[in-house]
């Protein structure tokens, strides 16, 4: 039986410690633990959402290919987390060493207590939709029927994007 592989886009974060390399670290730990990285966007700079921190994001968004299934992605995603030293505090919002996140699985809606496919904040944050829109700019979100640059376009939040480098 073939194994049916599966398109996923994460997205990546990192506001404490060396950014560049958790980035670069939590990617090579994906590949290692998930699937290929066929794609992956620009690294971008980008302020605290929901919460005040002197030090600004890193953020960035792969493409990855997987035979696993979304609960398994989201294991191996906090597997990776922990293993780079990831401490989660009770406060939803917070400094972090690296935040990785589920946004896009296909076409797959899942809605259940501890995994939300698609994440259900990906349209009200820019951090998000800049790095997507530039990797799956085309892609229809499932749930909004609406293009990622077309989210973009109505996003809300006007907070700085800014490449990094």
Not at 131 to 160: N, Q, T, W
Request: one cysteine or more; a negative charge; hydrophobic letters at 40%.
């Amino acid at each position: 039986m073939a194994l049916i592989m599966k398109i996923v886009f994460l997205g990546i974060g990192t506001n404490l410690g060396n950014r560049e390399s958790n980035l670069e670290q939590a990617v090579a730990r994906i590949e290692e633990y998930v699937g290929p990285v066929l794609d992956s966007s620009s690294i971008y700079e980008t302020e605290p959402w929901g919460f005040q921190a002197k030090d600004e994001f890193l953020n960035k968004v792969v493409k990855v290919e997987t035979e696993l299934t979304p609960s398994e992605i989201l294991e191996r995603i906090l597997i990776i987390e922990s293993i780079m030293g990831r401490v989660r505090s009770k406060e939803r919002y917070s400094s972090r060493l690296i935040d990785i996140d589920i946004l896009i699985c296909e076409d797959m809606i899942i809605d259940e207590e501890n995994l939300k496919i698609p994440h259900p904040l990906l349209h009200q944050r820019r951090f998000v939709l800049v790095p997507l829109c530039e990797v799956a700019s085309d892609m229809i979100h499932p749930v909004l029927k609406k293009s990622i640059s077309d989210l973009l376009e109505i996003c809300e939040d006007k907070s700085e994007v800014k490449k990094y480098r």
